[in-house]
């Protein structure tokens, strides 16, 4: 095995501490690994990795040698792609968040298969942390404010958000006409995987941001059954207005407090900062960041026509 493969072969161990999950994503036997690694170990004159029955972790050399294979097998991959003029190809793999990837991207999906045959889309479904070097994913999509200063990421959309309600649930509380008639409602609400705490409801008042909490009998950590939630009238929600379009198309669902919006969310996607982004990442950034536009464009243009 020459000494690329062999880098890359180190490199998908050490990303995901293991040999086995390593040749599952390798698509090589784990014998072949083995021994690679044994070859590139003694062509370098150090042990790059501690191998247990457990676990496999770096050894200092091993954390060293890591940060600088990265950097040459990107940059080797950007000059082919630069100057064979070769299109992106391999495996992607990439955690969306579930109710974007179900309206947005996975319906649009055949015309990124279409535009890069080579690529070979691994798709996963998530609304948590991630950890993308260990668990092996190239770049997630996700909806809200992001703090992990460990990822780079680009936003590729801000989405419209409002407050609602099921007509039944308005017949029976009332339909609040300002924020200090929330005092006497219901909310559902949404709970922070990361700290345990309820999302405080949010609007915007003269341009600035007024947080309001909202008692309720019921929290929630899904999207899905956030909505339902709302839909048999057990109270207030706040939502990107494209989960709940057709609901309010319907009648459904009420949009209340108009006046007072949400602020946007923003939607962005992220990849490890300590990456350089490869040609299979950035055209899939590319084409979500496209993608992304003419949704936001629709819901201008929706506005509009009000």
């Not at 179900?102 to 990124?112: G, I, Q, S, T």
């Not at 460990?150 to 029976?172: E, F, N």
């Not at 309001?212 to 339902?228: H, K, P, R, T």
């Amino acid at each position: 095995m020459d000494q690329v493969k062999a880098m890359r072969v180190f490199v998908r161990i050490y990303e995901r501490s293991s040999f086995t999950l390593a040749a599952e994503d390798l698509n090589m036997p784990r014998a072949t690994l083995t021994h690679s690694m044994n070859q590139l170990e003694a062509r370098l004159g150090t042990r790059l990795l501690e191998r247990s029955t457990r676990r496999v972790k770096p050894t200092l050399d091993g954390e060293a040698y890591y940060g600088r294979c990265v950097h040459l097998l990107a940059e080797l991959e950007e000059a082919e792609h630069a100057f064979r003029s070769v299109a992106p190809k391999g495996r992607l793999r990439v955690d969306l968040h579930g109710t974007l990837a179900k309206h947005f991207v996975v319906p649009a999906l055949p015309e990124f298969l279409a535009r890069y045959p080579e690529i070979q889309l691994s798709m996963s479904e998530a609304d948590r942390f991630v950890d993308l070097i260990q668990e092996g994913v190239d770049c997630v999509l996700r909806a809200g404010t992001l703090s992990d200063s460990s990822l780079i990421g680009r936003r590729v959309a801000t989405l419209d958000q409002l407050t609602c309600a099921s007509p039944a649930y308005l017949r029976k509380h009332g339909e609040p006409k300002s924020l200090d008639d929330l005092a006497r409602h219901r909310a559902v609400n949404y709970v922070s995987r990361t700290t345990g705490k309820h999302f405080p409801f949010e609007f915007l008042v003269d341009g600035a941001l007024q947080e309001v909490q909202i008692d309720g009998a019921v929290s929630v950590f899904g999207a899905e059954i956030y909505a339902a939630s709302a839909l048999a009238g057990i109270g207030l929600i706040q939502v990107p207005r494209y989960r709940v379009a057709s609901q309010l198309a319907e009648g459904l669902l009420r949009e209340v407090l108009p006046q007072f919006p949400p602020p946007p969310m923003p939607v962005s996607v992220l990849y490890p900062h300590n990456r350089h982004m490869s040609p299979r990442v950035r055209v899939f950034v590319d084409w979500l960041t496209g993608l992304f536009a003419q949704v936001g464009a629709a819901e201008a243009a929706a506005h509009l026509s009000k």
